[in-house]
Nanobody, 120 residues
Framework: VQLQASGGGLVQARGYLRLSCAAS????????VGWFRQAPGKEREFVSALSGSGGRIYYSESVKDRSTISRDNAKNAMFLQMNSLKPEDTAVYYC??????????????WGQGTQVTVSS
């Protein structure tokens, strides 16, 4: 199984980015998918998650109302649209896949991370 995150970069505050994660080696629709981020000197934190069918969506308080998670099961891909970016959104963003439901899924897989830097 491989997850390949992309789409990060340097953006000014109040700008936007769309992160992508391409998955291979798994039955993508059977996996809940999500995003985490880790800022320098901080622990990795949850950002957003989406069930296999797309029917259940979760956001952290820090990004809800500014972000949209989505997936394309036909293309084995997931996305995170982030708007109104803030300097505190600066972090390495990781995609994640869990077989089954998000909260008790198994077979946990991680992408390599993509850097998002928001300048003030």
């Amino acid at each position: 199984v491989q997850l390949q995150a992309s789409g990060g970069g340097l953006v000014q505050a109040r700008g936007y980015l769309r992160l992508s994660c391409a998955a291979s080696g798994l039955t993508f629709s059977a996996y809940s998918v999500g995003w985490f981020r880790q800022a320098p000197g901080k622990e990795r934190e949850f950002v957003s998650a989406l069930s296999g069918s797309g029917g259940r969506i979760y956001y952290s308080e820090s990004v809800k109302d500014r972000s949209t998670i989505s997936r394309d099961n036909a293309k084995n891909a997931m996305f995170l649209q982030m708007n109104s970016l803030k300097p505190e959104d600066t972090a390495v963003y990781y995609c994640n896949a869990k077989r089954g439901s998000w909260f008790d899924g198994t077979e946990d897989y991680w992408g390599q991370g993509t850097q998002v830097t928001v300048s003030s």
